[in-house]
């Protein structure tokens, strides 16, 4: 198995990957100090799409699992596909749900799937009027993919002119959305053209400060299940949304393989609307959701790949994940890295609780010693039949990590405890 990215999501995946019994040997590319540990590393670029292929074909692999988002709009799924490679992770085509939100928009607007009005604007003339056509919080999205920087949400009426007037400069257009009010969850959904698959549905973290305050960051933080997706909500994302994404992407010329990412507000009645969609797992989702399947992962990632997953009914259990993400001094912003971490080995095994680290942007340097090499550094992840307890336990295993200016929420989970 190939696992392609170097995050705490990979990290996780190759973790399930690796307890199945179809699994030989794992590679990543890049990989992180934990991949380390599961599985080789092969230290290429994201960007190196050639260089992926080859390292595909070389190591004779038979499955690709593809993590982040680059690699899929970049079409390295459309690649491993002509050559027959099984491949976790859509063509490069249906990627433009996440890599054009207007795109998606677009999309949602013709199936009918709940989402946020929008404004397109291109001309500095049009942002009073359209300013003053949603209420304030304005949401105003960059239609790149920017690693999560794309999107300002603002009450200030001047930071939103400067980033629409900043946005329409370099990209000569941007999307300026419907604030949408209630509580966001992530519904991570496998599908191919034989059927779709919902995960256990769970909640990020996505602002750096407590109480969901300060900077939008790549996630802080999440527990799985997310009690906000009740039974009837959950169903009614499956009639709206799901359901109609389902349909079209099977229809398509090239047929959907891999996760939809469906991101989720819930209001108050129970209904859902679409936040985002990502062609991929969500980061740290994943790092809750895998430990919940019961089935066998490669089993299921394979049979997704090889468009029959209807082949396969994945069990799921009933206890609760939650990780807590620790990052570098000055993350979301400017991140120091290249310090050494201790405590990373840190594990809890007590009756049904179980806590264990997620490495995400660690390494080990020459020396073979553990260092910190990007903003969110590593996860505590703890798995139990209760969250509370989980929740502990990932606590009590992050707070042995020392690494010199970094930080974390203490407050993981708060929604649901
Ligand atoms: P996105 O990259 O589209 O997921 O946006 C990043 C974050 O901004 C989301 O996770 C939400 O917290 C927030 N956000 C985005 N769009 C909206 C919206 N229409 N209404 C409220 N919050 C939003
Ligand atoms: N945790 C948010 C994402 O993966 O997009």
Request: net charge negative.
């Amino acid at each position: 198995m190939l696992v392609i990215g170097g995050g705490g999501r990979e990290h996780a995946l190759a973790i399930g990957l690796a307890e199945s019994d179809l699994v030989g040997s794992i590679h990543c590319c890049p990989g992180n100090s934990g991949t380390a540990k599961v599985g080789i590393n092969h230290n290429l670029s994201l960007d190196d799409i050639d260089g992926i292929v080859k390292l595909a074909k070389n190591i004779k692999t038979d499955l690709v699992v593809v993590g982040p988002e680059g690699p899929l709009v970049a079409g390295l799924s459309d690649i491993l596909t002509e050559l027959q490679i099984p491949c976790f992770g859509p063509h490069s085509e249906a990627a433009l749900l996440e890599g054009s939100k207007l795109h998606a928009k677009e999309i949602m607007n013709s199936l009918n799937i709940p989402t946020g009005g929008v404004i397109i604007l291109n001309s500095e003339s049009d942002i009073k009027q359209a300013l003053s056509s949603f209420k304030p919080p304005w949401v105003i999205k960059r239609d790149v993919l920017a690693g999560g920087k794309g999107v300002v949400v603002t009450e200030e009426i001047s930071e939103a002119e400067d980033f629409i007037i900043q946005s329409i400069n370099t990209d000569d257009f941007v999307l300026l959305e419907e604030f949408l009010i209630g509580e966001e969850a992530s519904m991570l959904v496998i599908m191919d053209e034989s059927g779709y698959v919902c995960l256990p549905a769970s909640q990020d973290h996505k602002r750096i400060g407590e109480g969901d305050t300060g900077l939008n960051t790549g996630g802080m933080g999440a527990y799985a299940p997310a009690p906000i997706v009740t039974p009837a909500v959950k169903q009614r994302v499956e009639d709206e949304i799901v359901g109609p994404m389902h349909h079209y992407l099977r229809n398509q010329d090239k047929p959907y393989r891999g996760v939809l990412y469906v991101g989720l507000m819930i209001n108050e009645e129970g209904a859902p609307s679409v936040v985002e969609f990502n062609v991929r797992f969500g980061d740290p989702e994943t790092q809750v959701t895998i430990p919940l399947i019961e089935s066998d992962l490669a089993e299921l990632l394979l049979a997704t790949a090889e468009g029959r997953l209807s082949s396969i009914d994945p069990k799921f259990s009933n206890k609760s994940a939650v990780t807590v993400v620790l990052a570098s001094k000055g993350y979301p912003k400017e991140s120091l890295t290249g310090l050494p971490i201790k405590g990373a080995d840190s594990q809890i095994e007590e009756g049904e609780i179980k806590a264990f680290i997620h490495h995400a942007g660690s390494d080990f340097n020459d020396q073979g010693e553990l260092i910190s090499t990007g903003g969110r550094v590593l996860a505590a992840t703890a798995i139990s039949s209760d969250l509370r307890s989980a929740v502990e336990a990932a606590y009590a295993v992050i707070d042995e990590i020392e690494l010199d200016g970094s930080h974390y929420r203490r407050d993981i989970a708060f929604r649901a405890l």
